[in-house]
């Protein structure tokens, strides 16, 4: 019996954001280079994105490559965005034909021009379709996301679009990179860490947080239905008490 037959299809997290950890370890106990363990976690990203999209789960964020990502050796590096673009490439049209909807977050200049073209292509032929939104977080820091949020505020308010007393977390909200989209409800950290790492430190002030040692390359949809039912075991009370939520 699977653990997909144990969820609650009415509480289901719309928003779940998983920091994909344990590649270059997973590669290493079998034997191999680090990128081994990066291919290898493609399989993993198809059943989780699979997984969401049958249950109805509306968005999926990815941790897919950090700012500090950038410091790694130049060889990891490069072979990281060459599977990048192959893996763009190779899984639009799945995309497309499961009615996903891919979206990006992060200092997507950063990225080399090849990567950028290729994902912008993507994200344009998906931008119709009306299931689940996959985001992934490229050159993404949360702490530079701030940074920028902050800068987009105070040039409103220095060309009076927004006066500095009416600023509130809405506001701050809305000029992050995922302005429009809900908070996670449901973070998911794969490889036995426990750290945010830098992700999503606003929106994440509310959200569960799910830790597993799996690797991520081993994550499949049972490893996702099992975080799921985890989550919907949890009391949610938004610092009320709860008599009050009950």
């Not at 995922?178 to 449901?186: E, K, N, Q, V, Y």
């Amino acid at each position: 019996m699977s653990l997909k037959d144990s969820i609650i299809k009415e509480r289901l997290p719309k928003h779940i954001a998983i920091i994909m950890d344990g590649n270059g370890r997973w590669a290493k106990q079998h034997g191999n280079a680090r990128i081994f363990g990066h291919k290898s976690a493609m399989k993993a990203v198809r059943e989780v994105c699979e997984g969401c999209a049958e249950l109805g789960v509306d968005y999926l964020t990815l941790y897919a490559f950090s700012t500090e990502n950038w410091n790694r050796p130049k060889m990891e590096v490069m072979g990281l965005m060459d599977l990048l673009v192959s893996a763009i490439n190779t899984e639009t049209d799945t995309l497309i034909k499961n009615n996903i909807r891919l979206n990006a977050i992060g200092r997507l200049t950063d990225l080399p021009e090849k990567v950028r073209t290729n994902l912008m292509d993507a994200i344009g032929r998906t931008k119709d379709n009306t299931g689940l939104t996959l985001t992934l977080a490229l050159s993404y820091s949360s702490k530079v996301e701030l940074v920028d949020a902050v800068r987009k505020i105070a040039r409103d308010v220095e060309s009076g679009t927004i006066a500095a007393d009416s600023i509130d977390d809405s506001v701050v909200s809305r000029n992050l990179y995922t302005g429009g989209m809900p908070d996670p409800d449901l973070l998911i950290r794969t490889s036995g860490e426990y750290r945010i790492s830098n992700f999503m430190l606003w929106q994440l002030a509310y959200s569960e947080l799910y830790f597993t040692p799996t690797f991520w390359p081993d994550f499949d949809k049972e490893e996702l239905y099992k975080a799921i039912v985890d989550y919907q075991h949890r009391e949610r009370r938004f610092g009320l008490t709860s008599e009050q939520i009950g």
